[in-house]
């Protein structure tokens, strides 16, 4: 493993998806999966994410996208909130999913609406959670 790049990727993924997503993650690591988090924090997030050749905002885009269409329900409402800390706002992510209906198909449209859905409220919530 490439320390520098894994510790790069690990800032980035913690800039992104926030420190709570990324320490349950690494919280759930063992003998089996320790290599795929590595895996994912290297080269994922340090060597992709780390590129200097498109902004973060525009990655989240490509990967609501890849993700919803794929079906990934964990993943992109993680990606959901990483979209909203790169700077997307609610209606851009709408606008990524009803194009995702069109290329993608319709389900996963819908599911992606109903997971980014959860995604505002939870958002939602702790933001007022804050202010109590």
Known sequence: MDKDLYDKGMKIRREVLGDAYVDRALAKSNAF???LQELVATYCWGWTWGR???PRRDRSLINLAMIAILNRH???KAHIRGAL???LSREEI????????IYGGIPAAVDSFRIANEAFA???NEAQE???
């Open 52 to 54: 200097e050749g498109l």
């Open 85 to 87: 800390n790169n700077g």
């Open 94 to 101: 709408r606008e990524v999913l009803l194009q995702v209906g």
């Open 33 to 35: 999966n320790e290599p």
């Open 74 to 76: 964990n993943e992109l």
């Open 122 to 124: 939870e958002l939602d």
């Open 130 to 132: 804050k202010l109590d």
